[in-house]
């Protein structure tokens, strides 16, 4: 008798324990849990810590509370300005009413599947009123939001908050961009070939106004040259003038040794003339005059 009692007290100890374990559950820091009683929502638990449940009865469901990744396919879209373009799209998202959660979508892979065909027709719809130049730099900012603000309306039906939406890339197919960057390459040579015209232009203005005013300095200089040139011939003739006035003698002597100087500079001089040339005057007699004039010192013929 007392050991079927002990046998019954360890089985139903063992039961309390078994049922103890299996009706407790631990709801974690990144978690939330909906509490189900046959299929029957019971409760929606948002706080962490140790809670229990009826075993074999209700059931857990888990549902993440993190902000969670969702990468999408890359997609081609077509812009206001008819270019195609090769969109590479991700978002984030997180679990704001997980009741709803659950009722909807019931599972994390449940709601990328339900998210996706909204994020991508979202963003065809959007990106299509918008030119290729706005979406990759003028506007790209202001599109991303107004394409999380409109996912975000129709994801609040499935307990989910769209946290971001960002276009990771956005480029042209690769066909496109290879014919895009030729005539890129056209243009800006063309543009080169303009410029370059018009600097070829403006040089050949500049050197011929350079040309033409150095004439002018050339000519300028000339004519103040010559000027002072028959100035100064005049000045020179006009003092030797009033010197060969004052002295027509010493005059007629210094005019001929600056022609002895000027005819015998070098070694190999040579001149064929009379002895009694009127040029070596001055070599018989230092004080002649010259012809028709009176000596120094020497009376006035009548």
């Known amino acids: 008798m007392n050991s079927t009692l002990k046998t019954l007290g360890v089985i139903v100890v063992l039961v309390?324990?078994?049922a103890i374990y299996a009706g407790a559950f631990v709801v974690g820091q990144t978690q939330e849990a909906v509490v189900l009683q046959l299929g029957r929502v019971r409760a929606v638990i948002q706080?962490?810590?140790?809670?229990?449940?009826?075993?074999?009865?209700?059931?857990?469901?888990y549902v993440d509370r993190r902000v969670l990744d969702l990468d999408l396919p890359v997609q081609e879209v077509i812009a206001a300005d008819q270019k195609r373009l090769v969109v590479d799209t991700f978002t984030r998202y997180r679990v704001v009413n997980p009741l709803l959660f659950y009722q909807t979508v019931g599972t994390i892979p449940g709601a990328n599947q339900r998210l996706t065909p909204m994020v991508n027709s979202t963003?065809?719809?959007v990106l299509a009123e918008a030119t290729f130049t706005a979406i990759v730099k003028d506007e790209r900012d202001r599109?991303?939001?107004?394409?999380?603000?409109?996912?975000?309306?129709?994801?609040a039906s499935l307990g989910i908050e769209v946290v971001d939406v960002r276009l990771r890339r956005v480029d042209l197919p690769?066909?496109?961009?290879?014919?895009?960057?030729?005539?890129?390459?056209?243009?800006?040579?063309?543009?080169?070939?303009?410029?370059?015209?018009?600097?070829?232009?403006?040089a050949q203005g500049i050197r011929a106004n350079a040309e033409r005013e150095v004439t002018v300095l050339l000519a300028e200089a000339n004519r103040k040259s010559e000027e002072l040139r028959g100035q100064g011939d005049a000045?020179?003739?006009?003092?030797?003038?009033?010197?060969?006035?004052?002295d027509?003698?010493?005059?007629?002597?210094?005019?001929?040794?600056q022609a002895y100087e000027g005819s015998l500079k070098g070694s190999d001089t040579r001149m064929v003339l009379s002895p009694d040339s009127e040029f070596f005057?001055?070599?018989?007699?230092?004080?002649a005059a010259a012809p028709g004039q009176p000596q120094a010192g020497a009376p006035a013929r009548p």
Do not use: C, W
């Open 281 to 287: 005057r001055y070599f018989h007699n230092p004080a």
């Open 248 to 257: 027509p003698s010493f005059f007629s002597f210094f005019r001929s040794m």
């Open 143 to 155: 599109l991303m939001k107004r394409i999380r603000a409109d996912v975000n309306r129709q994801a």
């Open 47 to 61: 706080k962490p810590g140790l809670y229990f449940k009826i075993p074999f009865i209700e059931n857990v469901v």
């Open 235 to 246: 000045d020179r003739n006009r003092i030797l003038a009033a010197a060969y006035g004052k």
């Open 123 to 125: 963003t065809r719809s």
């Open 16 to 18: 309390v324990a078994v």
């Open 174 to 202: 690769e066909q496109n961009s290879e014919a895009v960057f030729q005539r890129m390459k056209t243009e800006r040579e063309r543009e080169a070939a303009d410029i370059r015209a018009q600097g070829s232009q403006i």
